[in-house]
């Protein structure tokens, strides 16, 4: 069953318990309340005519005529009795039952009682009985009018509330109609579907309930859009990887054969050795860096340890000179500048940055190491007096294995310097640039 059709059911059934509910007391309060002024007429009548009795002491074949004199009521049906006498019966307007109601009556019972289609009451006077008794037919016409305008108010009612409901439900309900088509559009890729938004938006449980499926919806399609990033890049990252080792591993092959064959001699080409040497580092340089990058992709939280960005600056500086002593180095930032971030990764950072600056520029070239802090990030900028990057360059310059134009590079690299910057930045989250000659990067102050 629908949940539509179940809420439906379940408010027509509830209004119409309701309304039996309600026209049963009505007509059972109304029976009642009708009953009670019965009984309270029938005591009065009884009263009276109690109080008359001593009246009719008179010629017994007088009696009923004098009854009528004396008891001057036209409403009722009325019985008297003398000791064993025949009952002398008076009434108004009804026809007199065939069977004396004294014959019928409790005589003994104190209050009102039903005798035979009449509501009756019975009261003594020394000899005399005294029955004083109205008809049950009128009262049961109003109880029964009542019924039946109670019935068809009710019918009427609950057919009206079932079409309000009807349309009510409907209407309060078509939301999860579109969350529904919403899920099966999901179901068949369309990640970018959504649910559009129910009036009275999050007031509702229906509003909250779609703001919650778009909410699910929206991380789903990221997720999804991150790991079809991470798939393509991760076949990307295998390809240019497979293409970048592929170079050096024919070099030494190649030497290996000759070396084999005796087509080269060692011992005359000792410069063999060392281009094997040199393509063996290189390889090994290579993977280091793609273990790196590996270990980043897997996105492990940075370290979080107080770091201090002036002291590492100069670090780098001074391992930069310790490898090319005559290019001239210099560092511009204050005293201390301390953030929170992984140390070794930030140092990774600016050996990159400088070693970036030896492969890219000629021997000698001047540059600056810079330490801007401001408010909320510290920026870092590595500026070196060469050419710089066009805007092209600039856009690819953090991609993997990319490289810059040749006009640029005197030395040979993998391309993978600044993407190690870019990611360790990114995880500590920063961003990184390039600015014409000047690469810069920021992080968070209080990461």
Known sequence: MTLRRSLLLTTAGLTAAALLIVCATAVLAMRAYLLERTDEQLAAAARLAQTRTALLSVDPAQRQETFREVVSVTEYVIELRHGDDAPVRVVAGTPLPARPLLEQAALDRPGPQNVHGYRAVVVHDADVTVLVALPL????????????????TSIVVLVLLTAAARWLVARRLRPLNGIAAAASDLADGQLDRRVPDPPGGARTEVGRLTLAINGMLARIQAAMAARERSERR????????????????TSIKGYLQLIRTGVVDVRERPDVLRRLEDEAGRMGAMV????????????????????????????AVADALAVEPERPLTVDAPAECRVTGDVAALRQVLANLLANVRAHTPPGTAALVRVVPGES?????????????????????????????????????AGLGLAIVADVVHAHGGEAGVTGSTVWFTVPRDS
Do not use: I, N
């Open 137 to 152: 037919q009128p009262l049961r016409d109003t109880v029964r009018r009542l019924l039946l305008v109670a019935v068809a």
């Open 234 to 249: 991760m076949r990307d990252f295998v390809a240019d990887a497979s293409h970048e080792l592929r170079t050096p591993v």
């Open 288 to 315: 280091t860096s793609l273990l790196y990058l590996a270990r980043l992709d897997a996105s492990p939280p940075p370290v979080r340890e107080p770091a201090d960005l002036t002291a590492l600056a100069h670090d």
């Open 377 to 413: 990030v510290v920026r870092v900028e590595v500026t070196d007096d060469g050419p710089g990057m066009d805007e092209h360059a600039a856009a690819h310059a953090f991609e993997r294995f990319w490289r810059a134009d040749p006009a640029r590079s005197v030395t040979g690299g």
